[in-house]
């Protein structure tokens, strides 16, 4: 398995320890030295170094808030691992409310018996991904429970950011006509955690495409700011539950075509051997826009001039038709319902 390697330039800490006791849980010596060799002296926001409760932060106008909480298993995968995922999913929440990313908190959920170094490699990824987008993690928590009672480290995060003066993100918003445009190329992230689980392998690794997705969200708003309906990531559920979301929601239909999908040929592959309809599948570095139609154009385009937008899409519109269902109609002519997700397809997959 090939997973991306995070490292600090400092070294991991000396510990008399090697690996996370029920100890390090109980608040005395051992909890402020795992706290102290590891979380303070990581993260340096002056509110988190105060030690209290809670956080006082300065925001002007309206804010965006967050809160979610991360159980993948395997911590580590193709690509990344438990630490990154946090801070992206985080961010990317707050990116889909038109929001600028400004501070995080961090509670670790910590299974007695986890090695440090583990500990130590997924710190440094929550590090280096706050810094690559710009959010400070101000208070938190850490607990230790009894092996068994846990898988590994489970992290719960909240997140606050600043509302972009031009959002006006709204399903309210979205009228017959209306373009639905895909990021980038959907089931990565799943079919990167399932190859895992499943012993797959393929010519190149699958990996995971967990990312920041603030930086284009930011520009699209500020770029077409009236002409941006509604922002949403199609984590668990995938691109079909979501859309089925907003088409329940708005009482509108939704038409897609299945072969502007943007889906790399190897997920697309991985999911034909499992047995999955990529439409399900979980993502966590895509999102989904409903765009004004004159402007659907421009925004592709504009998506395109980034990195992780690079396979941005046109995948269908709006329509007054079947209100409430989503449709996916075939190069053929044929078309079919997706309907929302029934149960859990991915278990453990974010």
Known sequence: MMKRKFSLQCPMPETDFDLVTLGHGSGG????????????????????????????????????????????????????????LAVNGTVNDLAMCGAVPRYMSLSLIIEEGLKIEDLWEILAAIKISCEQSGVEIVTGDTKVVEKGKGDQIFINTTGIGEILPGARLDTSRIKEGDTIILSGQMATHGISIMTVREGLSFESDILSDTRPLHEMTIDLIRQFGHDIKLLRDPTRGGVATVLNEIAVKQKSGIELIDD?????????????ILGLDPLYVANEGIFIAVVSLNAADRIVDRLRKFSAGKNAAVIGSVSQD???????????????????????????IC
């Not at 060799?37 to 809670?54: H, P, T, V, W, Y």
């Not at 502007?260 to 034909?272: I, K, R, S």
């Not at 209100?323 to 859990?344: C, E, F, H, N, Q």
């Open 322 to 348: 079947h209100p409430g269902k989503v449709i996916v109609r075939s190069g053929y002519g044929g078309k079919r319902v997706v309907g929302m997700l029934a149960g859990d397809q991915l278990p453990r």
């Open 29 to 84: 010596r051992l909890t402020n030295q795992l706290l102290d060799k590891g979380i303070f002296s990581i993260f340096k926001a002056d509110e988190l170094q105060k030690r209290d409760d809670g956080a006082v932060i300065t925001l002007n106008g309206p804010v965006a808030f967050t809160t979610d909480s991360f159980v993948i298993s395997p911590i580590f995968f193709p690509g990344s691992n438990i630490g990154e």
């Open 260 to 272: 502007t999908f943007p889906l790399d040929p190897q997920v697309n592959a991985a999911c034909e």
